[in-house]
């Protein structure tokens, strides 16, 4: 019996020291690296191709990448829950040393695509990939990155590094992976679709489902609708005001009782675009008021979202009174 108990201690005892020195080198090693295979693309800019780059720009990439400057020379992301690390946009002005600086048009979609970079490091999931953006919507965002927009113009900020936390560093062992690069052209449904065009603004151009579905942890970029929770809210932001207070995305489903299903579409588009929800409540940071969205847009969101799931999910709301 006693025999039993030592072995027993023993197995158990090895199983431990296998477990800490996996998660010793996990720890060390970081975040995987991968081999990259970017696309022959050569962007041809034209005027309208830079000012819909800039648009799009203005709705997502700012939001992260938007320094103090007025350029887009990065900032720290206070946003982002401390479980996930330490987190800093970089730099994607034209300066000579700023990450964007190095790529070719090829590298930078194979990046917004994959979420490879060029150097082989991949980018967890605090920054968003783009596997499903048209490659209209794509290549103007290259054409726009390129122009001689004045938030481009160089700028020398240096931005530190990511610190990912261990579960980040684990998590890209095993859940988060590298996007496969789409072997066909994609484009974006016609927007006379109104469901299908308002669903490709929601999941693939603007990106709504990622902060609106449960948790960015069970986000699922291949197929959007598959996300835990998927636009039933709850998950956790931080107020980039302070940088502590926990502010919890809101349920965006038709749901009656937890979700936005008595709202008019007036009422959401008003919300969407200027932050203002119908009761008078402030709809705070990091939700962004939308603006450079138009109101077809919005309204095909609105439309999309009458066609998606009900989920039942109370969001616990913590405004001040
Ligand atoms: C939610 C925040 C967020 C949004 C939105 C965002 N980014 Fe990023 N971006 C980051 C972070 C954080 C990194 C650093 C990634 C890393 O090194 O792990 C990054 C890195 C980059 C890099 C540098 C890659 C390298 O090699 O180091 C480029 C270029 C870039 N983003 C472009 C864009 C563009 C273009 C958009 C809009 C289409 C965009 N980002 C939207 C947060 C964001
Ligand atoms: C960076 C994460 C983030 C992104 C991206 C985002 N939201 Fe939000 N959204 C939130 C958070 C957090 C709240 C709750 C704010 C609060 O409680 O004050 C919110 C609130 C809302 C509300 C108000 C609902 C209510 O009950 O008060 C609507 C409507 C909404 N978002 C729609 C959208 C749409 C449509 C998009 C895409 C165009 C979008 N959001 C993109 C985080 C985000």
Redesign the pocket.
Known sequence: MKRALKITGMILGAIVVVMLLGAASINFSGIPTYETNPPNLEVKPDSAMIAEGKR??TL??Q???MGTTGKLDGKE?LDIPAEFGK????N?TQHPNS??AP?TDGE?AY??RTGV???G?Y??P???K?PHMSDEDLHS?IAY?RSDARELQPSDKVQP??EPSFLVKFLCRVAFKPLPFPEESVEAPPVTDKVAFGRYLLTSKVECYSCHSADFKTVNIEAPEKSEGYLGGGNTLISPEDGVTEIYSANITMDKETGIGNWTEEEFIKAVRFGQRPDGKPIRPPMIPFSALSDEEASAIWAYLQTAPPVKNEVQRNWEE
């Open positions: 799009l720009a997502v990439c939001h992260c990448h992301m987190v800093w946009a970089p994607i990450k964007l790529y930078l990046f917004l970079k060029r150097d490091g980018a967890p605090w920054m968003p783009f965002v990155l590094a990511p």
